[in-house]
Antibody, heavy 122, light 108 residues
Framework: EVQLVQSGAEVKKPGESLKISCKGSGYSFTSYWIGWVRQMPGKGLEWMGIIYPGDSDTRYSPSFQGQVTISADKSISTAYLQWSSLKASDTAMYYC???????????????WGQGTMVTVSS | EIVLTQSPGTLSLSPGERATLSCRASQSVSSSYLAWYQQKPGQAPRLLIYGASSRATGIPDRFSGSGSGTDFTLTISRLEPEDFAVYYCQQYGSSPETFGQGTKVEIK
């Protein structure tokens, strides 16, 4: 079964760092882009960025460029989203998602992780 | 960046009725790279339609997508109880990819 399994919920304080993960299984991890999507409480979906684990080619939305870092470790089929200094406004559900077709970045996401809730509060 | 505007914000309908959801883009979406997703409370989004009009695997044929350029529509021909949810459009033809703000389909 093709699936993306994300790490568990996190509660952090402002200024702390964080790295959340998304592990792919059931497919060739290095052949598919993986994207990250933010959903703030009660709000809509926001595309953050995307990475190709095969060569670590990464693209960011201008809204998130410099605010987060997307990476991947193909040896363990895992993608990451990290913050160096969290803010209260980073409180949100974060989803990883995979496009339908291998090697194609411009594609709809048909496989989604279950989401990781990040809460940032003093 | 392409801005997607969905309307209406909320659609109040009864089971068995037809739902028509609109997604308008601020500029033309290349190659009709437009998708629709359904999201229920506490769940991840689910892909319904890609390429503006192709149904994703396992999606019932009561869901259909149409449109091109800047105007796109998702139609649910006869609402089933499980269809009451929030629907998002997404364009993936231009970077950064963007989502609409969503349309909530609620039970009247």
């Amino acid at each position: 079964e093709v699936q993306l399994v994300q790490s568990g919920a996190e509660v952090k304080k402002p200024g702390e760092s964080l790295k959340i993960s998304c592990k792919g299984s059931g497919y060739s991890f290095t052949s598919y882009w993986i994207g990250w999507v933010r959903q703030m409480p009660g709000k809509g979906l926001e595309w953050m960025g995307i990475i190709y684990p095969g060569d670590s080619d990464t693209r960011y939305s201008p809204s998130f460029q410099g605010q987060v870092t997307i990476s991947a470790d193909k040896s363990i089929s895992t993608a990451y989203l990290q913050w160096s200094s969290l803010k209260a406004s980073d409180t949100a559900m974060y989803y990883c998602a995979r496009p339908q077709l291998e090697r194609l970045r411009a594609d709809a996401f048909d496989i989604w992780g279950q989401g990781t809730m990040v809460t940032v509060s003093s | 960046e392409i801005v997607l505007t969905q309307s209406p914000g909320t659609l109040s309908l009864s089971p068995g009725e037809r739902a028509t959801l609109s997604c308008r883009a601020s500029q033309s979406v290349s190659s009709s790279y437009l998708a629709w997703y359904q999201q229920k409370p506490g769940q991840a989004p689910r892909l319904l339609i890609y390429g503006a009009s192709s149904r994703a695997t396992g999606i019932p044929d009561r869901f259909s997508g149409s449109g091109s350029g800047t105007d796109f529509t998702l139609t649910i021909s006869r609402l089933e109880p499980e269809d009451f949810a929030v629907y998002y459009c997404q364009q993936y033809g231009s970077s950064p990819e963007t989502f609409g703000q969503g349309t909530k389909v609620e039970i009247k």
